[in-house]
């Protein structure tokens, strides 16, 4: 099982990025997936969660209505499209999915930086 993310880069404020999550996982539809971030010094913060089936979404309250999470169950492969970036969305953005109660997959991250 693995996770790549891609699609970080430097952005501008008020600028946009598109991030890319590829699994190769087994039943993917079947799967909730999750965005997460961490910025330095800080501790890692829930950015947006995609259910499996209907893909019910979640997000944190410091990135609603600017992110959205996405999913492509045949590409096996879900999107975090962020609009309107701030300098404080600037961190490592990770994907994650929880396979079980007592087992999750970490990818190995992107980074995002926001500034001018």
């Known amino acids: 099982v693995q996770l790549v993310e891609s699609g970080g880069g430097l952005v501008q404020p008020g600028g946009s990025l598109r991030l890319s999550c590829a699994a190769s996982?087994?039943?993917?539809?079947?799967?909730?997936m999750r965005w997460y971030r961490q910025a330095p010094g800080k501790e890692r913060e829930l950015v947006a969660t995609?259910?499996?089936?209907?893909?019910?979404?979640a997000y944190a309250d410091s990135v609603k209505g600017r992110f959205t999470i996405s999913r492509d169950n045949a590409r096996k492969t879900v999107y975090l499209q962020m609009n309107f970036l701030k300098p404080e969305d600037t961190a490592m953005y990770y994907c994650?999915?929880?396979?079980?109660?007592?087992?999750?997959?970490w990818g190995q991250g992107t980074q995002v930086t926001v500034s001018s």
């Open positions: 996982i087994l039943a993917f539809s079947r799967f909730d």
């Open positions: 994650n999915v929880p396979l079980s109660v007592s087992t999750e997959i």
């Open positions: 995609i259910s499996s089936g209907v893909g019910i979404t």
